[in-house]
């Protein structure tokens, strides 16, 4: 077989599989050294604990770059207390160095507890890099780094960052198409804060300068300037080309001005929305999600994950700042509620949705873990009774 086609091959395995290749036979003896994507990931992680190795973690990662021949396109790093514990900043900055001159276009490095990760300056000399996924680190790019031309898909989570850097650092990412920057604390494995992190805030003027963004996720409470529905609805107005949309609302509070704000614009590319750790109990918040939505005329993908707070649906009411009677249909196909507890605010959403979309094709209810038995097949009648706009919808409750 053709060298390129064996990498193929290899590229498909778990690494430990890929370099146990070389007993097959004779001819297949250093085919390993091929590969061209590198994942050493939980999985790795996992076969290393089972076989005692994980103190060898740093030596076999050294040891494997220094066999390969060809290009390493994708590298994929993550790191727990117990592995960073068999390694040193030395090995991961050289790491990122061999792979800076081996012209990596796809880079990840993920770190899961303890303290944050000084991410090595040799990462700003990846100027082949397509993809970058970093996961708590410090991120502090030298003053002499231009940025990246060609990437395309940015993944920050959890990441220390000069709010003004950041700014600096976007801008010089031309080509961006993909950017998250949720930054999600409670996946942290952490038992306890006893150190400090803080994560930089992005500002919305330097976010609206990425004229060629598709996909956006973003953590509402760590952006600055987006505190009232107007500035949400003029952030999804920056972005001519975005088709996919993701709002985390974790910790996030609209103010008072962002009664009956009206969205003036409409976008017509945005074909997915996704709303996550949304109060639906906090009025303002779901107005701005249907005035978001109605905003969408193409719109046909929506899901929402409501806040798991503790709060008993009983007594719950429908707010005066949701208006569940304007006119319009929606291009809705796929529904996702989460996170359901059967209160009178979450039923009537429902009904709005499923009586405003005549081309649903699916609508999934996910009730919340806290429901009993009796309880879900209760929701369950009461989701039978709506109406459907739609003659076709399927309404599945997992």
């Not at 076999?60 to 117990?82: A, C, E, N, Y």
């Not at 985390?248 to 609209?254: A, E, H, P, Q, S």
């Not at 993908?301 to 707010?319: H, V, W």
Request: proline letters at 4%; glycine letters at 4%; aromatic letters at 10%.
């Amino acid at each position: 077989m053709p060298d390129n086609v064996v990498t193929h091959i290899l590229d498909r395995l778990p690494i430990q599989d890929a370099v146990n290749t070389s007993i097959l036979s004779r001819n297949w003896r250093f085919k390993w050294t091929l590969l061209g994507q590198l994942v050493f990931d939980e999985n790795f992680l996992k076969y290393l604990a089972k076989r005692n190795g994980v103190s060898k973690f740093g030596r076999i990662i050294s040891r494997l770059l220094l066999h390969l021949k060809g290009t390493i396109t994708k590298f994929v790093l993550s790191i727990d207390k117990r592995s960073y514990s068999a390694l040193d900043d030395e090995d991961i900055a050289y790491w990122i160095l061999f792979l800076s001159r081996k012209g990596v276009e796809d880079l990840t490095i993920t770190k899961t507890n303890g303290e944050a990760l000084n991410l090595p300056s040799n990462l700003f000399s990846c100027l082949e890099l397509k993809h970058l996924k970093l996961r708590y680190c410090f991120f502090k790019p030298p003053t002499s780094f231009h940025g990246f031309p060609k990437l395309l898909n940015l993944d920050l989570d959890l990441l220390d960052f000069e709010t003004d850097k950041f700014g600096e650092f976007i801008t010089q990412c031309p080509l961006l198409e993909i950017l998250n920057m949720r930054n999600q604390h409670h996946l942290l494995e952490t038992s306890s804060m006893d150190y400090y992190f803080s994560v930089g805030k992005a500002k919305l003027v330097d976010i609206a300068k990425l004229a060629n963004i598709k996909r956006l996720s973003l953590s509402l409470s760590d952006t600055e300037m987006v505190r009232d529905s107007s500035s949400i609805f003029e952030l999804v107005g920056f972005f001519p080309k975005l088709q996919e949309l993701n709002l985390d609302f974790v910790r996030y509070k609209l103010t008072k001005d962002s009664a009956n704000k009206k969205c003036t614009t409409a976008f017509p590319c945005l074909k997915t929305l996704k709303l996550s750790t949304i109060d639906v109990y906090d009025g303002l918040l779901l107005s701005c999600a249907l005035e978001l939505i109605r905003s969408c005329p193409n719109l046909q993908t929506f899901e929402i994950l409501a806040n798991d707070l503790d709060r008993d649906p009983t007594y719950a009411k429908c707010s005066p700042y949701v208006d569940y009677n304007a006119t319009g249909l929606l291009q809705l196909r796929s529904v996702d509620v989460s996170d359901v507890k059967d209160s009178v605010i979450e039923v009537c959403l429902i009904k709005y949705l499923l009586a405003s979309s005549p081309f649903l094709k699916r609508f999934v209810v996910r009730p919340s873990s806290h429901l009993s038995s009796d309880e879900k097949l209760r929701l369950a009648r009461k989701l039978l009774k709506l109406h459907r706009a739609s003659l076709t919808v399927e309404i599945d409750l997992l």
